[in-house]
């Protein structure tokens, strides 16, 4: 494990070390309950877009640009712009998802 070293109110230093703990450990799941709940709108949203796109041209975004015609319009490089930035946040926000998921897993193993 490591060590991650947290400024807190001086009286909040001072109570019980098992309180203090379980307190710390209460906000974090808190916290990450609330962000896995946001992340979790953000991912449905990013796939909504990324889903559309390759219902729109029947294929992934890597084939996209790799058959995108030097000539290609600018509806199709607006395009490519934007199926590439969701496709960036969807797999941004997987990751994120994915350590929240874990965060609560561990905190909730050490409240059992």
Same mark, same amino acid.
């Given at each position: 494990?490591?060590?991650?070293?947290?400024?807190?109110?001086?009286?909040?230093?001072?109570?019980?070390?098992?309180?203090?703990?379980?307190?710390?450990?209460?906000?974090?799941?808190?916290?990450?309950?609330?962000?896995?709940?946001?992340?979790?709108?953000?991912?449905? !949203?990013?796939?909504?877009?990324?889903?559309?796109? !390759? =219902?729109?041209?029947?294929?992934?975004?890597?084939?996209?640009?790799? =058959?995108?015609?030097? =000539?290609?319009?600018?509806?199709?490089?607006?395009?490519?712009?934007?199926?590439?930035?969701?496709?960036?946040?969807?797999?941004?926000?997987?990751?994120?998802?994915?350590?929240?998921?874990?965060?609560?897993?561990?905190?909730?193993?050490?409240?059992?």
């Amino acid at each position: 494990m490591a060590k991650v070293e947290l400024t807190v109110p001086d009286k909040l230093s001072k109570i019980d070390p098992d309180l203090r703990d379980k307190l710390l450990a209460g906000a974090i799941r808190e916290v990450a309950s609330v962000q896995l709940r946001e992340k979790e709108e953000e991912l449905k !949203e990013a796939k909504k877009h990324v889903l559309e796109f !390759e =219902d729109k041209y029947k294929k992934k975004l890597e084939h996209f640009e790799k =058959d995108l015609p030097e =000539d290609a319009d600018y509806k199709l490089h607006e395009d490519l712009v934007e199926w590439s930035f969701w496709s960036d946040v969807l797999v941004k926000v997987q990751g994120l998802v994915k350590d929240l998921r874990f965060v609560l897993a561990k905190t909730n193993e050490g409240n059992s």
